[in-house]
């Protein structure tokens, strides 16, 4: 997995997506309805954290390297060198898999 | 009930829902009003709580193994290995059975 | 009353509706109007309170036994071995009957 | 004016409205707009107060027997014993009448 | 101008307003937008402040007599002895002449 | 520039827009999109603050003579012999020119 | 790259945008979906910070010559002296390339 020169602000996080077809391989998530679909895939880069209203850094819990599932909603899509990214904000992270 | 490999972050919770027919076998959760349907479950996994906007961390007050009805509106539906499961808030948990 | 083998969480509270028929009885809540209809019933379970942005619960004010008057908007209909009850937030309830 | 058997919950306040023939006869309130009409009554009970986030009970300021002029929109009514009531929040107070 | 018997609320003002015809003879407020139109008028009966979330109540800044300006949008028409009012929160206050 | 006999109340700032035919002149402000477009004009009063809930004036930091640039939106339009000004608040100020 | 005449006020920033020729000759951003795009700049002016409730600034954390990416969502354009500049809130900075 290659090193990405960015830096996310706040909260934000920029996770690498799991290809569909290594969804099949690894064989975790295929979400059978169609609410809100969650995604798998795992952290690039980390942003230090949420700033609370009276400036305090509330530092982010998942760290670089981490295997996540998170709701694809609200993202930004980032792509960079021909690989696609996306750019979330860590509550929109719901799970880290052990 | 199988040990699923996914910490949950913030305030929220992996269930296992009860399925349709076991609920007559137990005979407690039918809805007979098409307003909000309340489900019943058992929590399987519990995030660590939800964060502050001064960064502490409120616990969760669920446990592993817990009986519970639940909202189902907003939750996010996982498949692991064949079985469902919905990863809600706890916030969405109404009740828990004693 | 039966006793319910069900505990509501965070500031939640079980009501068991008042009958249509009982209230001639009692004669106390007829509303005349389209607007929000208030209904009564008696409270059978209620939840240790609601949690603060900093995690200090507020409790519940409101008692088993209480005879009350409440919004029935928002409410979830819960059904359990064949009686109806009513899970609702402590502040959807309107006043209580002393 | 009779004694009602109802304590209001948190920042509630139940009113006894004036019937539009007082109206005249006191020569008080005649809005002449179609946007939102004050009407005006009697306190007949007090709620406690408002709860703060953190637990805190802001009492109440308007006193039974208050006369009052409230934004009627928001309202429960409210029947007991052939008498129509109305259950509002202090904050649709609007004035008293001194 | 006559005193009114009545005591705002909270952070509630009533202003009598300025007659159309008047505001030639002072010839200060005559917008020309079909926006949002500020009104100019005189403050007759200013409550005690708004009440924080912890209990503490903020003075109003306005006085009675003052000369204003301000959004109609929000207010309570409200007609006593033939004489039109506006209870306006202070909040709708643009300005004050000097 | 005339001396305005307004005194804006909390965060609120009165601007005398700059004429159309000025900002050619001046050379500054011409957006080409149709999504939201700035304005340039002068600061000419200035309100003591925004008040925190808890009742702690948060002091303006613009001042009177500021060229400043501002978002029209929200602004409510003034106009005083003959003359057109805009009463709007501190936050729709984007940039001060220097 | 020249240097702007203009402070923006709270936590909003000036970005000169990076023209779409030279996107190419960088390689860096190009979004391939139709929901949120992203694009890349440089910063060119920086507000103090964000004023919070109780009066503090919290600073920005980035700096004149930043390179980022934004959302151009909210924005507000500016045309000086012929080059097009954005005026964004810092919160709209999604990353800053290191």
Wanted: aromatic share 6%.
């Amino acid at each position: 997995m290659s090193k990405l020169n960015y830096q996310p602000l706040g909260d934000r996080v920029i996770v690498s997506p799991q290809q569909p077809e290594q969804t099949t391989k690894f064989g975790i998530v295929i979400p059978d309805s169609a609410q809100e679909k969650p995604q798998s895939g795992t952290v690039i880069a980390v942003g230090p954290g949420k700033t609370s209203d009276e400036g305090k850094v509330i530092p982010t819990t998942v760290k670089e390297g981490d295997s996540v599932i998170y709701a694809k909603y609200g993202g930004t899509e980032l792509k960079v060198d021909g690989s696609d990214y996306l750019i979330i904000k860590e509550s929109d992270i719901l799970a880290i898999k052990r």
